[in-house]
């Protein structure tokens, strides 16, 4: 099954309903600021709508185009008639649309709110007065107040501070975000929507008893999109959920079943979990009883990966529910899924498999009459398996009609066509190149970011165009290059059938068993080209718990692009001095016992490094100390938790550094050349001992992020190089009329959680660390006036805003939101 078009009839993923006089100013402003930090559309009125009692056309629409209504409940909300107007229009696109609505009780009783007492039944007097002749207005209005009392939301009173409010309310809203991310509306998808229809009848929803629904049916039918397709639709029905994609392949890595385990239960329940034991201890068991749990297992081929991953079938809370993909019905018969609740996946009807394969062969759903009797035949082959019509459709694209006869007659050819017989047509016609880079993602680089396999593989974007208008890979939203398993393991056994019996010389292995084989035996040949055997050739090197104190002495890096070696013991990453021209990317990440990096003239090129709790490492890397700035391609660099005492002042040398992590060492100050890293965006100097900061922060023009959480002897904060007298409101003002905040444009962060002398030591020290903030937003707002003033409405300063945030122990917050 696949998808021809995908669209969202949702304008805003987020829209706010607030009494402007209660919280507009304070509680929703920082609300809004924290949804536009994560990137959430969210619609937020200007007080120039609210013009009478009825809602307008724009707010109406807002109100109907949103995924996800917050009501802020303050208490004067229900004096508001156009809150109320607005309350009863949110209701109704829950009610028909399936709107998702979170209601906020704001410094108000929800009791008083469910039963309209206190403030609630003070306005509500006044209402029945007005509208005497009317009563049945007030009493929607009283409806919608006691529905919406009774929706799950959050009380004000119940979690403090506020900015802790704030981050839950974020947090619960990108959950709901994401189980809802893909649209119900399943057009696109050819023979999709009856199939989702009869699945969810089995799951039957809504009964309390715990029920297992099996999806079983050759591979390429579609039985991940099925599963995928109905999580998305229900899943934010359920308190706990997981969808474990390829439990199969999952299982054979070096994690085995244990990490797969933790993997589900840390999604179902929102938290990190570690249970290396064979059975889960009590107290887990009683959680998870008391929750409804919806939980996918896709591809699934043993027994065992269910017994091990649900743990025993009366763990789950009332309602909850299991859905298993397999090739294989005789698991589901073992496991006792009743035959009652297993959804066998046939393929596609005739006149579906038409559309879908015309859809990729004509990119419409109808065929030119010259081929019409040749695309029957090609259709018959592919005997209605999605995966097929779509691999062969999109060979056949732009095709003459001769390549189509010619086509014909290689799959006439198949004696008994499987689907490997099929898909291999696509194959066999693409250049030797194209044919590498398929093998090489086969087997090694399916779900990975496209851009770090074009830099390790070197190879062009049109290359991987080709795989993808063949319909052999795909990309996904978050740019991870995707392959079908069918075509995976066609991939691979093209590999294991080069050399059937002997491993070693194969030109590529991916299975950590033959993989420790081979270096067991040192049985490896100048044909692997794959993970852990380490020729000349070598570009991608992952191991994880590397068991060695250096890579292998004859090991020449002169192709090394990106070296992984996390959890290892490695002391230094080779003997002597090498050269690694090409070397990219170098996480060695809670190596403990890692004394010592490489020489700058070994490394020139390295753009990423991550040391993150290497903790034998306990100063600065010597070999940043260089003189001819060899360093200067670094960008991001990690090290964080490694008990540094000390930064150099030759920092500077790292000149295209953007992202700096030096969170939880022993700094009691920074160097003055800090101000020197002109392109820094991000720097984490959290849980470390500072006790001032230099003046030459003020300096980074690019910083976005500054984290300095827990440095509890940190006593004042820099000077800033423009200090105006005092805010002047106006400014404010003209603003308001000429900008207004989205999700889309750029924020800068900067926290001092429980920096603790900021408290300690005196009032004069906190007041002047709160104006200084205070100037540099001034200054920020001026300069945004002077754009406005001219109209140099083109002015990229007019398209960023900056967020200040400085929270003391005390409760004090100061948060200034600047439109720059």
């Known amino acids: 099954m696949a998808s021809t078009s995908s669209s969202s009839s949702c304008k805003y993923d987020v829209f706010l309903s607030f009494r402007g006089e209660d919280t507009r100013d304070n509680f929703t402003s920082r609300l809004h600021a924290a949804l536009c930090r ?31 209504s917050v009501i802020i409940l303050s208490k004067d909300y229900a004096s508001s008639k156009w809150c109320l107007n607005e309350l009863v229009k949110i209701l109704e696109c829950k009610s028909m649309n399936g709107q998702m609505v979170v209601p906020v009780f704001y410094h108000v009783d929800p009791s008083d709110v469910r039963k309209q007492n206190g403030t609630f039944g003070d306005a509500f007097v006044k ?40 981050d839950e309310i974020i947090n619960d809203i990108l959950k709901k975000l994401k189980a809802r991310s893909f ?48 999580f998305n639709l229900i899943s934010w029905e359920f308190e706990g959920k997981c969808f474990m994609a390829n439990v199969r392949e999952e299982s054979e890595k070096g994690g085995g079943l244990v990490h797969l385990r933790e993997q589900v239960l840390s999604e179902v329940l929102d938290e990190n979990i570690k249970i290396r034991t064979p059975d889960l201890p009590k107290y887990m068991r009683e959680r998870l009883q008391q929750m409804k749990i919806f939980i996918v297992l896709d591809d699934v081929n043993k027994v065992r990966q269910l017994e091990y991953l649900t743990g025993g079938l009366d763990q789950f809370g009332p309602g909850s529910r299991l859905i298993i993909t397999t090739r294989d019905k005789q698991v589901l018969d073992d496991f006792g899924v009743l035959n009652t609740n297993i959804y066998e996946v046939n393929g596609l009807e005739y006149h579906e498999a038409l559309e879908l394969f015309c859809n990729f062969a004509f990119k419409h759903d109808y065929c030119l009459d010259d081929l019409l009797v040749l695309l029957e035949h090609v259709v018959k082959y592919a005997n209605g398996n999605p995966l ?97 398993d069918l075509l995976q393991e066609m991939g691979r056994e093209i590999v294991r059938q080069e050399f059937v019996k002997e491993p070693g010389k194969r030109s590529r292995l991916w299975y950590h068993e033959d993989v420790y084989h081979v270096l067991k035996k040192n049985k490896g ?42 959890y290892g013991k490695v002391e230094q990453i080779w003997e002597g001095e090498k050269e690694a021209l090409k070397l990219k990317s170098v996480d060695l990440h809670h190596s403990d016992n890692l004394t010592r990096m490489l020489e700058p003239s070994e490394i020139p090129n390295l753009e990423r490094i991550n040391l993150s709790n290497c903790k034998s490492l306990s100063y600065f890397p010597l070999y940043f100390h260089n003189v001819n700035n060899m360093l200067s391609r670094v960008v991001r660099l990690d090290l964080s938790y490694c008990a540094i005492m000390e930064i150099p002042q030759d920092i500077d040398c790292l000149s295209s550094l953007k992202e700096l992590n030096l969170r939880g060492n022993n700094f009691r100050s920074l160097p003055a ?148």
């Open 388 to 484: 097929a019509l779509r691999v062969l459709g999109s060979f056949l694209h732009q095709k003459s009609k001769l390549e189509w006869e010619n086509a014909l007659e290689n799959l006439k050819m198949i004696s008994d066509p499987n689907i490997y017989d099929v898909l291999k047509i696509s194959y066999n016609e693409l250049k030797s190149e194209e044919k590498n880079i398929f093998l090489d993602i086969a087997c090694f680089f399916a779900g990975e970011d496209k851009d770090f396999v074009l830099r390790i593989l070197e190879v062009s974007n049109c290359v991987l165009n080709v795989l993808v208008n063949k319909s052999l890979i795909t990309l996904s939203y978050s740019n991870k290059l995707q392959m079908h």
């Open 38 to 68: 994560k990137k959430i559309n969210t619609f937020i009125d200007d007080e120039e709508l609210r013009r009478g009692d009825c809602i307008s056309p724009a707010i109406f629409d807002a109100i109907q185009g949103s995924k996800i």
């Open 183 to 230: 649209s119900s509306d399943f057009n696109g998808f050819v023979g999709l929507n009856s199939r989702i229809e009869e699945i969810k009848s089995l799951l039957c929803i809504g009964l309390p008893d715990f029920r297992i629904v099996g999806i079983w049916g050759m591979g390429g039918t579609g039985k991940t999109t099925l599963a995928g397709a109905i």
């Open 673 to 820: 050349s800090i101000g020197s890293l002109s392109s820094l965006t991000r720097m984490n100097l959290v849980e470390n001992k500072l006790e001032s900061l230099p003046a030459s922060i003020g300096c980074l023009s690019s910083l976005e992020s500054l984290h300095l959480t827990r440095n509890n002897l940190l006593q004042s904060l820099p000077e800033v190089p423009s200090c105006p007298e005092e805010l002047d409101t106006s400014i404010l003002e003209s603003l308001s009329k000429h900008f207004q905040l989205t999700a889309s444009r750029k924020l800068t962060y900067f926290m001092f959680t429980n920096c603790l002398k900021l408290n300690k030591s005196g009032n004069n020290i906190l007041v002047d660390s709160q104006q200084r903030i205070q100037h540099m937003v001034v200054a920020l707002l001026r300069q945004f006036q002077q754009k406005i003033q001219h109209k140099d409405f083109n002015d990229p300063l007019l398209f960023n805003f900056v967020y200040l945030e400085v929270k003391f122990l005390t409760g004090l917050a100061i948060k200034v939101l600047a439109h720059q």
């Open 127 to 166: 209402h029945e007065k007005q509208f005497k002749d009317v009563p049945e207005k007030v009493q929607k209005w009283r409806a919608a107040l006691t529905e919406a009392s009774n929706l799950s939301g959050w009380d004000s009173m119940n979690i403090r501070p506020e900015a802790k409010l704030v």
């Open 525 to 566: 040949t100048d044909a692997i080209e794959g993970l852990e055997y380490l020729p000349e050739e070598l570009r991608y090197l992952h191991w994880h718990e590397y068991p060695l104190k250096t890579l292998p002495s004859n090991f020449e890096p002169e192709n090394l692009i990106e070296l992984n070696l996390p």
